[in-house]
């Protein structure tokens, strides 16, 4: 039985053989299993560990879990065995994909590296997940996002925000690493496609978080000799925070030269001059715009800025709690939200963020309970099979 979404989105047709945990190697699954692709999610006897760090309707369905392994298949293996190795392999056999997260070491004495997957299936896109890329000093260390948000330069920079050494307050490292995973993938199934060659893919999550630091804040230190130290000064200004207005906070960006002669024009702020007219003057200065830009803020209450600034085509926003987004209108209106039926009850998922007009995807499916397809996928073979989960159905 093929999952829910299988004859639909831009990946119909694509098996993948996911040896993956946590969110990182998931989450990248995820999103082509909501494009439409296969997605056979091989767990150990316990299972992957974050069925059990969130709340959810039943052990081993929390949350987090369901989440970003919506529309999969649950097979248990224990690999430690050889009739766990041959079922893998024989999966290996009719995948389009192989993806993992575990370190180099690990995989390969478990005897799937990649010459190990190649030989059994040569046009296979084999994906590495890792912390840090196998060329370097650091290749088997542990990583988490923590770890990786710290090694990057993520407390750091809050640090220069607010005075106080802090992680973001989300799994930005797993996330951003994840979708690097799915380019990646993507762009090797693109060249088979195109040559019918397979070829091995790594994603390390510092090196991928140490160009999304980059990208910006190289900035002068990108010449040699270099300009400036590294740093784009507009994010790393204490005063780039929501505005306090009269009754609340504001998102607001007063950016480009339209947008600033608009707003002064309508405002007439007494400390707006020629000083401040154009962007590389404000750039400059960017502590003191925003300083007198927050200013000018507590004027007015949040809808009144609200109203002008929409009004003046400036962007802004007001400063909303995590709960809100359940409620918004516009994701409401575009549809964003998809209700999928499970065992527990109704589950509300956040749908894919992309649209296609040819090959639209969706939600693929319930997050599968532990082993649920193990006996469909691969039959009974003796003590590689784990029975946790086996006959379940999807939640």
Known sequence: MQPPNAAAGPLAGVRVIDLTAMVMGPYCTQIMADM????????????????????????????????????????????????????????????????????GRAI?????????????????????????????????????????????????VQQRLTGHTAYVGTIMADKVAGLTA???????????????????????????????????????????????PPGYPRALTPDRKPYRTADGYLAALVYNDKQ??????????????????????????????????????RERTTQQWLDLLGALDIPAAPVNSLDALFHNPHLEAVGFFETVDTPNGPVRFPGPPAWFSRTPGRVAGPAPRLGAHTAELVGDRDSGLARAGEGGGAA
Not at 206 to 221: K, R
Not at 279 to 292: G, H, K, N, P, S
Request: proline residues 5%.
């Open 36 to 103: 439409g692709a296969e997605v056979i999610k091989i767990e150990p006897p316990a299972g992957d560990n974050t069925r059990y760090i969130s709340a959810g309707p039943e052990p081993g369905m929390g949350g987090v879990f369901v989440n970003v392994n919506r529309g999969k298949r649950s097979v248990v293996l224990d690999l430690r065995t050889e009739s766990g190795k041959a079922a893998l392999r024989a999966l290996i056999g009719t995948g389009d994909v192989f993806i993992h997260s575990m370190r």
């Open 108 to 156: 390969a004495a478990l005897g799937f590296d990649y010459p190990a997957v190649a030989a059994v299936n040569p046009a296979i896109v084999y994906t590495n997940c890792y912390g840090y890329g196998r060329r370097g000093p650091d290749a088997d260390r542990t990583a988490y996002d923590d770890t990786v948000q710290a090694e990057c330069g993520l407390p750091y």
């Open 182 to 228: 799915l380019y990646a993938t993507v762009m090797a199934l693109f060249h088979r496609e195109r040559t019918g060659e397979g070829q091995e893919v790594e994603v390390a999550m510092f090196e991928t978080m140490a160009a999304f630091m980059l990208v910006e804040h190289a900035a002068g230190a990108l010449f040699e000799p270099a300009l400036t």
């Open 260 to 297: 600033w002669n608009a707003f002064v024009d309508a405002v007439r702020p007494p400390w707006a001059t020629g000083e401040f007219a154009t962007l590389a003057q404000r750039a400059a200065r960017i502590d003191e715009v925003y300083a007198l830009l927050a200013d000018t803020f």
